[in-house]
Structure formats: structure tokens, C-alpha cells
């Protein structure tokens, strides 16, 4: 009875999950638990935080054109340990976590948010969900991915 219940409750949480992000067709995806869009693929290139934040801002996915870098706390809202897969970053193999319809190429992502005393940016790293501090003139490893609020 135990076992039963248990993949029930598996495969109703599985299926909530799964259903939380729907791909738009347009190259954004929708997360229907928070209203938010994002960007399907995150920057093809590594860019420094300035950069980030153009190329959020400049993203057009879908035709909209209020795109923007997205807090610390939405980008965690991503992170899934139970959906990991490698990516190749800089000729390094990391281990991202997040649902497969958003694709990263590097662990690192910047946030819109300034870290102590604003000479560092936020970035999360999705091997572990853990946010980090990062010189926002470093372009080594870290990508932007655009998000908009649709409520």
C-alpha cells in the first residue's frame, strides 16, 4: 500500500512539474507558477554583467521587448537537482540543473542584482543553486537569460 501511494504521489508531482513550463513555440518559455517568460537558450557567448543586461534588454523573443536580466531568487526558482545534464563551457564540462526546455551552455548566470558594496554582480550556479559574487567585467564563464514578467 505504502509503494502504491508513493508512486502515486511520484507520478502526480512529475506530471505538475512537467507541465509547469510550457515552450511557447517562439523561443521563450513560460513557467505557469510564477508568470514569468523565459528565454528558451541563454546567451550563445560568455558576457560580462554590462553586457548581460544589454543583451537582455535588447532580446526580442516572442516580440516582446520588456526582457530583462532576472533576480537571484527567480533564477533559484529554476534550479532543479533532479534534472541535470552536462554542458560544455570553455572547452570544461560543468553540470547544469535545470528542466531541459532552458538551455544554458555555462553554469554561471547573471542576475540583475549588485553584490556587497556594488563592486561585484550576483550570478547563480546552476551545478548547485548556490548565488555567488562575480566581477561584473568577468565574461569568462558566465551567460545571460533573458526573463519577463507576463502578470
Known sequence: ??????????????????????????DTVTDRTNGLMWAKAASATTLSHDAARQYS???????FEDWRLPTVEELGGLFDDQQCRVVRCRNNQW???????IQVSC?????????????FATLLHFSNGEPRYGDPADASQMVALPVRSIK
Open 107 to 119: 553554469p554561471w548566470v547573471w542576475s540583475a542584482e549588485e553584490g556587497p558594496g556594488g563592486s
Open 57 to 63: 534588454q535588447r532580446f526580442r523573443g516572442g516580440g
Open 1 to 26: 500500500m505504502r509503494l502504491s501511494l508513493f508512486l502515486i504521489v511520484s507520478l502526480v508531482l512529475q506530471t505538475a512539474d512537467a507541465s509547469r513550463l510550457v515552450d511557447n513555440g517562439n
Open 95 to 101: 553540470t547544469v540543473c535545470l528542466p531541459p526546455l
